[in-house]
């Protein structure tokens, strides 16, 4: 079953509490599964490196981000049906112990509808080092924060001892109700092989859904034996980051595609609409979706 979901309001002057509140009841009106957040916390005015590898700078967007975790806190309290995930949260920008603490409380709070944590290794060598963290080990990192995060879900008393992280002997509660499914959003041949150790699900991004499956196989290839396959989630933008726009016709047709594939789950992500200069202006753009919405949920109730 894919499910249809968006990413919250979260980047740009015009978000706020009302614009979140109105966003996550009308989404939950026309029948969206799920809600997501990303994670960035600031704007380098001298950038190393290139934006998500691909581009010279930040999009300008990105100078407000609302913060991941609060903001999915908040829209727990807006909606009683909705599901939620992280799509995604930067390792370098955590520390597993208190993430583990923070999502947990996220999943109580909205009665254990947290149901994805996504995780990648980052690309902001100014964020990581804003917060005490070697961008060079964002790799390594990674390969001890899974399974940290992991330990501190399980039975008390909690204990894990890693390359990085040095947890416990220790009571951690509460702990979530289910466990999350944890999402890779790495594309390297290193993020790749994490993928296939470590996670229960990829986010390919936005390429073409004939190579998500394609690069899906590979990856379940290298799965480790008795481990069930690792699914995908497909990220969908109105408009990307380099200004590509698709029409509603576009993708509604996309995520017909997501469903033939039977991928697990698609985000419509609106955040980089140029056109958006007001909350009202936003949930148009909201509303405007619903042959997407109804796409997908038409195939799934056939």
């Given at each position: ?283 148009n753009i909201l509303g405007a979706l619903e042959p997407v919405v109804n796409s997908v949920r038409g195939h799934r109730d056939?």
């Amino acid at each position: 079953m894919t499910t249809i979901g968006l990413s919250l309001p979260q980047l740009g002057p015009v978000v706020s509490a009302t614009l979140v509140r109105d966003f996550v009841q009308q989404a939950d009106a026309m029948g969206f599964d799920t809600l997501w957040v990303q994670d960035h916390f600031m704007y380098a005015l001298r950038q190393a490196g290139e934006y998500g590898g691909s581009a010279a700078e930040q999009p300008s967007v990105y100078r407000s981000v609302w913060a991941p975790t609060e903001l999915l806190a908040a829209a727990a309290t807006w909606t009683e049906r909705m599901e939620f995930g992280t799509s995604v949260l930067v390792g370098g920008n955590h520390w597993p112990a208190q993430l583990a603490n923070r999502l947990a409380t996220i999943d109580r709070i909205s009665g254990g509808r947290l149901s994805v944590v996504g995780l990648s290794v980052g690309w902001s060598e100014e964020e990581h080092r804003a917060v005490g963290v070697d961008p060079k080990t964002r790799g390594r990192r990674m390969d001890d924060f899974v399974p940290a995060l992991r330990a501190c879900w399980g039975a008390d008393p909690v204990e894990y001892h890693g390359s990085f992280f040095d947890i416990g002997p220790a009571i951690m509660q509460p702990k979530p109700s289910r466990m999350p499914k944890l999402m890779s959003g790495m594309y390297s041949e290193p993020g790749l092989a994490r993928t296939a150790r470590d996670f229960d699900l990829w986010n390919p991004g936005s390429m073409p859904i004939d190579a998500v499956v394609t690069s899906l196989a590979t990856v379940n290839a290298r799965r480790p034996t008795g481990k069930p396959p690792v699914g995908a989630i497909y990220r969908m933008a109105q408009e990307s980051t380099a200004g590509k726009r698709l029409s509603v016709d576009e993708m509604t047709l996309r995520a017909e595609e997501c469903v033939a594939a039977d991928l697990d789950g698609i985000i419509v992500e609106t955040n980089f609409c140029s056109e958006i200069d007001s909350p009202a202006q936003w949930l148009n753009i909201l509303g405007a979706l619903e042959p997407v919405v109804n796409s997908v949920r038409g195939h799934r109730d056939s």
